[in-house]
């Protein structure tokens, strides 16, 4: 079956960096259009970012413009983000999921937690 | 962007009632390019309904959506108890995509 599975999440101080990898299976990753979205503790949901399936067309929130880069390796069934000078703000469990639109499935999410 | 308000923000209600939650958009949403996920507490996400009226894969009948233009409804004919949840609309038709801040359904 269809499954996302995010790691990479943590603790880390505001001005640090982290990566996040969300390894596919059950469908032929390098077909789909992927997504981060994230949720602050308590709080709705964000998009954050996509990636198309060959990986050239990318966009992101103006939240994490110019700080997180989306990437993809299609050889590994993985989707990553890396995320550069973390603010306070970034702090919150972060999802993948397939497509860019329509979003299915999500992944269980990984929980990144910016504090010093 | 396009923001989505939805009410009210909290619905408390009885197994078997209905339910109606409502998605306002601050503009027209192209194509009617409007979805609804439900979230139970640490859960991910789980798409519903897509497309402001067809239902996902595997989604109940008794989970309809409705609505054009700035105006969205997504009802649940009779509440069953896994239905107690919180629900989000998400439009796709503008970018950046953006979310409701959430209706949560809960038990009366």
């Known amino acids: 079956q269809v499954q996302l599975v995010e790691s990479g999440g943590g603790l880390v101080k505001p001005g640090g960096s982290l990566r996040l990898s969300c390894a596919a299976s059950g469908f032929t990753f390098s077909d789909y259009y992927m997504s981060w979205i994230r949720q602050a503790p308590g709080k709705g949901l964000e998009w954050v970012s996509d990636?198309?399936?060959?990986?050239?067309?990318?966009d992101y929130a103006d939240s994490v413009k110019g700080r997180f880069t989306i990437s993809r390796d299609n050889g590994k069934n993985s989707l990553y983000l890396q995320m550069n000078s973390l603010r306070a703000e970034d702090t919150a469990v972060y999802y993948c999921?397939?497509?860019?639109?329509?979003?299915?499935?999500w992944g269980q999410g990984t929980l990144v937690t910016v504090s010093s | 962007e396009i923001v989505l308000t939805q009410s009210p923000g909290t619905l408390s209600l009885s197994p078997g009632e209905r339910a109606t939650l409502s998605c306002r958009a601050s503009q027209s949403v192209t194509s009617n390019y409007l979805d609804w996920f439900q979230q139970k507490p640490g859960q991910a996400p789980r798409l519903l309904i897509y497309d402001a009226s067809s239902r996902a894969t595997g989604i109940p009948d008794r989970f309809s959506g409705s609505g054009s233009g700035t105006d969205f409804t997504l009802t649940i004919s009779r509440l069953e108890p896994e239905d107690f949840a919180v629900y989000y609309c998400?439009?796709?038709?503008?970018?950046?995509?953006?979310f409701g801040q959430g209706t949560k359904v809960e038990i009366k």
């Open positions: 990636i198309s399936s060959g990986g050239k067309t990318i």
């Open positions: 999921a397939r497509g860019r639109t329509i979003l299915v499935p």
């Open positions: 998400h439009q796709y038709g503008s970018s950046p995509w953006t």
